[in-house]
């Protein structure tokens, strides 16, 4: 945790961006009927019926300090998807960067070992030399601040029902455009400090 709170101290350098990425799932779901068009003084209506059309995975890349995001949806959340999402970050999202400063949960597929099964060793050599690796600790993944942009952009985009990708990506580029030319950032206050006192019975107590 004190780790992680160290990055979020670092002033902004171009040459070493502090990235976060997070990842979660959206429930693709159809219209059994079709719904009712809102109109003055009513919202729209949903038949309570729906069917699903599977599930679709959502990597969310956020650099707080600059108000810059990007959100891949993939068919699935391997090893190799991870990957992917890493290369991109690497080559077309910061290819000048001098080191990428890479905030993440510590899911089971979110390792350097992610790329030595999806690239060619020295590929995935030198992916992993790009980034500098930053884990949140177990339960304490809303230190990730690409996490309460996948919130924001539950709340703002995906709380209704979507039923295929196409769409899906339609939709959160939509937001994603919005969001980046607002440049939203996250001005975030809380600090080791705060941590050591509000979280005081986490930590070993020294006699």
């Known amino acids: 945790m004190e780790d992680v709170l160290e990055v979020y101290k670092r002033p902004y ?26 109109a003055p003084g009513q919202v729209a209506e949903h038949d309570y019926e729906y069917v699903r059309r599977g599930v679709a995975n959502l990597f969310m890349v956020f ?12 068919d699935r959340r391997t090893r190799k998807d991870y990957a992917a999402c890493l290369r991109k970050i690497a080559d077309e999202m910061y290819p000048e960067a001098e080191v990428i400063v890479l905030v993440q949960d510590n ?10 099964e999806a ?12 980034f500098e690796w930053h ?6 993944s809303w230190l ?13 985009c995906l709380a209704r029902r979507i039923d295929n990708v196409q769409a899906l990506r339609r939709e959160i580029k ?26 005081k019975k986490l930590y070993p107590s020294i006699e």
């Open 13 to 38: 350098d171009p040459r070493r961006p502090v990235v976060c990425l997070d990842e979660t799932s959206k429930q693709l779901v159809g219209e059994v009927a079709a719904p009712l068009p809102s």
């Open 63 to 74: 650099e707080p300090l600059a108000g810059k995001r990007d959100v891949e949806v993939t």
């Open 107 to 116: 899911l089971n597929t979110h390792t350097p070992g992610s790329l030595y």
């Open 119 to 130: 690239f060619a060793p020295s590929e995935a050599r030198r992916l992993a030399q790009r």
């Open 135 to 140: 884990y949140t600790p177990k339960h304490g």
């Open 144 to 156: 990730d601040m690409a996490e309460i942009e996948l919130s924001i952009l539950g709340r703002q």
């Open 174 to 199: 939509a937001w994603e455009k919005a969001r980046n030319d607002g440049a939203m950032k996250v001005n975030w206050q809380y600090t080791t400090e705060d941590a050591r006192i509000r979280l």
